[in-house]
């Protein structure tokens, strides 16, 4: 009795043994054929992510997922992102680079955009989040109310290039230019600010009209921002073109005629005191900051060079300027009859 018992412990162990050497040797084995990116969505469970290793191809033995999945309890612990799988991965490294959900975060890059519709278009593909969502939480004053902003949103989006996980969602977007935001209005900002006399979303709203004057010479972006700082210091009209454009509705007007001058808005700078109420596009950091170093001087004019250099000619007076705005209108003229 005592010989079959010992026999029965012995197979027994065998067993166990030879499951145990077959298990590891299954989840040792390499199974990501090549270096792949998995994005696994919000709300997966483990069945559907089970399903989309199969679709996608993204290992070649399921069944020792399966097993791998099993002996670490990856059953209920699925976390969505991003993941980078490398070539020759065994199934215990991936199973155990899922169930981390160390999620390997996006570079987002948005720059030269207008509207929070091209915020939204941009950052869109990047993130789980889609231009709807990402549209929708923007327009969420309420939201962004929770994060300490009650001015205009375009005052907390600074383009740039950021970091996130790629299962963002659109209130998170929010919450991240909020705080983006704050950290770039550090102590020094703010106090350059406050002695031009501005509040931080004032100088964005006047670095916005700097950005859209249009000149391909960055390094001429402080001369034009120490222009409109002259005009606001005397108390003068901006008489902005791209505040005309922006309130026709239209960035493509090229010469702004005396009917844009006339246009009923708050945006028309030809007709109302100061800035207007918020910023016209989302201005680059280029600009901000060549408001917050603006060039100091005795200029109040400025019109965009004949020679269409991208340069501009600036003037103290207005006998010069009207000199150089009629050199302007001469050459685009000119330059509009050649085209026809």
Not at 67 to 80: I, S
Not at 186 to 202: F, W
Request: proline share 4%.
């Amino acid at each position: 009795m005592k010989k079959w018992i010992i026999i029965s412990i012995l197979l027994v162990a065998l067993i166990v043994g030879g499951l145990a050497a077959f298990g590891y040797l299954k989840i040792m084995k390499p199974v990501v054929p090549e270096k792949t990116d998995l994005f696994i969505k919000t709300g997966t469970n483990m069945a559907q992510l089970r399903q989309q290793l199969i679709d996608e191809k993204v290992v070649s033995d399921i069944s020792a997922f399966d097993v791998a999945a099993k002996l670490l309890r990856y059953e209920n612990r699925v976390f969505p992102g991003k993941y980078i799988l490398e070539k020759n991965w065994t199934a215990f490294k991936l199973v155990r680079k899922l169930r981390s959900g160390d999620a390997n975060p996006v570079r987002v890059t948005f720059h030269n955009v207008r509207r929070l519709e091209d915020v939204a278009g941009k950052v869109a593909p990047y993130i789980e989040a889609d231009s709807l969502e990402l549209l929708n939480a923007m327009k969420n004053s309420e939201l962004w109310k929770k994060y300490g902003v009650t001015d205009a949103v375009f005052c907390h989006i600074i383009p740039n290039t950021y970091e996130f996980f790629w299962n963002t969602s659109g209130d998170e977007f929010v919450e991240r230019m909020a705080k983006e935001s704050a950290k770039f209005w550090n102590d020094e900002r703010s106090a350059k600010a406050a002695e031009i006399g501005l509040t931080p979303c004032q100088v964005v709203n006047l670095a916005a009209i700097v950005q859209e004057e249009q000149s391909a010479i960055l390094s001429e972006q402080p001369r034009i921002a120490g222009l409109y700082i002259n005009r606001l210091n005397q108390k003068m009209l901006l008489q902005a073109d791209p505040t005309l454009k922006f309130a026709a509705g239209d960035f493509s007007i090229k010469r702004v005629l005396n009917y844009h001058k006339q246009i009923e808005s708050p945006y028309n700078t030809y007709k109302y005191l100061g800035l207007p109420p918020g910023p016209i596009v989302i201005p680059e950091i280029s600009a901000i900051e060549a408001v917050l170093k603006y060039e100091k001087h005795d200029y109040i004019y400025m019109c965009a060079k004949e020679d269409f250099s991208g340069y501009h000619n600036f003037s103290k007076t207005l006998s010069q300027h009207t000199i150089n705005a009629l050199k302007w209108q001469r050459a685009l003229s000119r330059e509009m009859r050649a085209g026809n």
